[in-house]
């Protein structure tokens, strides 16, 4: 979407393929070159994000959540969607001291970065480990039970931005009490 005349025709698609009905769905992709942004056609499904991958060694759990973090100040979390590779894949990608890497972190944690989104698993599910699956039977079902309310709830970041070391997290509202906190350090 380069031009005035490419936005509107593409518009006018969009538009077309929702006359369909309500079980109609785009997913829309900001990540690369001359594409839409993420405050137009939110309205139109869900915005894929970024790309952040560890074979080129430039995804860290916590600038996804920064990422998460930034944005949902701004749109609501349900129209974006945010990945999580396999954090035990090319760890020669990155520095072995490094203490951001991937593989240091556990999948639930992983997972917690991007579930108050529209998480993607970015990954060869059956290349994880039997401890990489493990880890994410504790999360995923409580995810599970909870993500039409989330879809539904105001979320608002709490603490510091996300860097690594700082504290972090959201508060997830249903009207004006607060109902669940989910916090990372």
Known sequence: V??????????????????????????????LNLRTNYLWGKEFGTVF???????????FPHRTLKNVWTIGKYIPLSKLQFEIPDPDRNPDKYDE?????????????LFATVMLSNPLFWMEMQNLSEKRKEE?????????????????????????KPSGRSH??????????????????
Do not use: C
């Open 136 to 160: 994410l039977r504790r999360i995923v079902p409580v995810w599970k039970e909870m993500r039409d309310f989330l879809g539904k709830a105001d979320i608002e970041p709490v603490g510091d």
């Open 2 to 31: 380069s031009n005035p005349e490419e936005k509107q025709r593409f518009s006018e698609l969009l538009e077309k393929i929702y006359s369909f009905g309500k079980d109609v769905s785009v997913q829309l992709d900001v990540t």
């Open 49 to 59: 994000v970024e790309n952040r991958y560890t074979h080129t060694g430039v995804y």
């Open 97 to 109: 001291n490094d203490i951001f890497a991937p593989k240091n972190y556990d999948m639930d944690y």
């Open 168 to 185: 972090t997290g959201f508060i997830i509202r249903k009207g004006k009490k607060a109902k669940y906190l989910l916090l990372f350090r």
